[in-house]
């Protein structure tokens, strides 16, 4: 791997750890049930939590993975020919679409999980009964789980698209192989004869064809 490339995973990676451990500390952190308190019938009361924090860290620190992964990458519909076309190609776009998918499952997660947790004096009515609304448990945690694997089939599809890329042509055609090691050929020529032409007299040589 090229030192460009090792430098990028590292980044890629590096924030896609911490986007699953502020999503796990977010978890952690959230609001519970226990913790709140009616202050009256109509209202509710909240404890501070650094979950908010923590659950929008999550979430940038996922979308600058993303966002550097891809424009790396660039776009690989954009690049691809029928003659680039092969198996490193095919993975690549799978771990792609899984990524985007991941991603925005992810991303969601994180910044709905972030704005239901940062609630105060707020109630909800369900049934003509007054409750105080928490995030359900496994928000987060579902949150940091889709992070990282986004972030790994980010990093696996831009090590594949590089391989596909390596594998083919700038045009898109093979590879042309290495002549470095041809044996160059010299022409070959009969030897030359050592003998020197000799000069024949022109009346000498009148009288030979008349005799």
Same mark, same amino acid.
């Given at each position: 791997?090229? &030192?460009?490339?090792?430098?990028?995973?590292?980044?890629?990676?590096?924030?896609?750890?911490?986007?699953?451990?502020?999503? /796990? $500390? $977010?978890?952690?952190?959230?609001?519970?049930?226990?913790?709140?308190?009616?202050? +009256?019938?109509?209202?509710?009361? *909240?404890? &501070?939590?650094?979950?908010?924090?923590?659950?929008?860290?999550?979430?940038?620190?996922?979308?600058?993975? %993303?966002?550097?992964?891809?424009?790396?990458?660039?776009?690989?519909?954009?690049? &691809?020919?029928? %003659?680039? #076309?092969?198996?490193? #190609?095919?993975? $690549?776009? =799978?771990? /792609?679409?899984?990524? #985007?998918?991941?991603?925005? =499952?992810?991303?969601?997660?994180?910044?709905?999980?972030?704005?239901?947790?940062?609630?105060? !004096?707020?109630?909800?009515? @369900?049934?003509?009964?007054? *409750?105080? @609304?928490?995030?359900?448990? !496994?928000?987060?945690?579902?949150?940091?789980?889709?992070?990282?694997?986004?972030? =790994?089939?980010?990093?696996? *599809? @831009?090590?594949?698209?590089?391989?596909?890329?390596?594998?083919? !042509?700038?045009?898109?055609?093979?590879?042309?192989?290495?002549?470095?090691?041809?044996?160059?050929? %010299?022409? %070959?020529?009969?030897?030359? +004869?050592?003998?020197?032409?000799?000069?024949?007299?022109?009346?000498? @040589?009148?009288?030979?064809?008349?005799?």
């Amino acid at each position: 791997m090229e &030192r460009k490339g090792l430098v990028l995973c590292s980044v890629v990676a590096f924030l896609g750890v911490l986007a699953a451990a502020t999503g /796990f $500390a $977010a978890e952690a952190t959230r609001i519970k049930a226990s913790e709140v308190k009616f202050v +009256s019938t109509t209202q509710c009361s *909240y404890p &501070r939590s650094p979950a908010l924090g923590l659950g929008l860290t999550a979430a940038a620190a996922l979308l600058i993975a %993303q966002i550097i992964i891809n424009f790396a990458t660039g776009c690989i519909c954009c690049k &691809r020919t029928r %003659q680039t #076309w092969n198996s490193n #190609w095919t993975k $690549a776009l =799978i771990f /792609f679409v899984v990524s #985007w998918f991941t991603f925005v =499952i992810a991303f969601l997660l994180l910044l709905t999980g972030s704005a239901l947790n940062d609630q105060h !004096g707020e109630d909800s009515v @369900y049934f003509s009964n007054y *409750y105080c @609304y928490v995030v359900k448990p !496994g928000v987060f945690a579902g949150g940091a789980v889709l992070a990282i694997a986004s972030v =790994i089939l980010g990093i696996l *599809y @831009y090590l594949t698209l590089n391989t596909a890329k390596n594998a083919t !042509g700038p045009c898109g055609d093979a590879p042309v192989p290495n002549q470095g090691s041809m044996a160059m050929g %010299q022409p %070959q020529f009969p030897p030359r +004869s050592s003998q020197d032409p000799v000069f024949v007299h022109e009346d000498t @040589y009148n009288r030979r064809q008349f005799t």
